[in-house]
């Protein structure tokens, strides 16, 4: 739930922020449009997206161990049973 939260917020300041440079371009306010586009809200973004997608990886294998575990198997025969 946490995740898909991260996510919401980040891309609402993506489209913020793309929404300002496109206001920018329409005034053709280049350089303030070059200046929001190199701005930290992509690098936020990415950050809270790939950090969201790892995490979601990590959760993932730690079920998948789990079940291995309770079941006396191997980590290769639970993974079917998440994916």
Avoid: H, W
Avoid at 10 to 22: E, Q
Avoid at 54 to 76: N, R
């Amino acid at each position: 739930m946490m995740s898909a939260i991260s996510v919401a917020q980040a891309l609402y300041a993506l489209r913020t922020a793309l929404d300002n440079v496109d206001k920018c371009l329409d005034r053709r306010d280049f350089e303030e449009a070059v200046n929001l586009g190199n701005s930290d809200v992509l690098l936020v973004f990415l950050q809270r997206t790939l950090g969201t997608v790892k995490s979601s990886q990590l959760e993932k294998q730690k079920i998948i161990q789990t079940i291995a575990t309770q079941t006396a198997s191997y980590y290769e025969d639970a993974v079917p049973f998440i994916e």
